[in-house]
């Protein structure tokens, strides 16, 4: 894996094995905005304003060590990360690979 996440939007479709879900009663096939639905409705987020902690965001500060409080927002998405197959792996090498001069 490349372990490089990336946000999938909320018409995405997502194919997982079912039993990966212990308390969540989900399909092998669902949307991103599906899934989210499913983990509003399991945390308790049924009220409007709880709903922004996974859509809009929620007000927040962040401190990060070195710097000080930011001000912001958070939210909770889904994200992705690609196996790289061995031909993606090789594609790579030859690319970094010095080309050679042809007679």
């Known amino acids: 894996m490349s372990n490089q996440f990336l946000r999938l939007d909320s018409e995405d479709v997502i194919s997982v094995h079912p039993g990966n879900f212990e308390r ?7 949307t991103v905005t599906e899934i989210i639905e499913i983990l509003q409705k399991h945390v308790g987020c049924t009220h409007k304003n709880d709903a922004k902690f996974f859509s809009a965001g929620i007000e927040a500060k962040v401190l990060r060590p070195g710097n000080t409080w930011q001000k912001g927002k958070i939210r909770i998405g889904i994200e992705f990360c690609p196996e790289v197959t061995t031909n993606q792996k090789s ?9 050679q001069k042809t007679v």
């Open 91 to 99: 594609a790579v090498n030859n690319n970094l690979q010095p080309k």
């Open 24 to 30: 969540l009663e989900v399909s092998k096939t669902f």
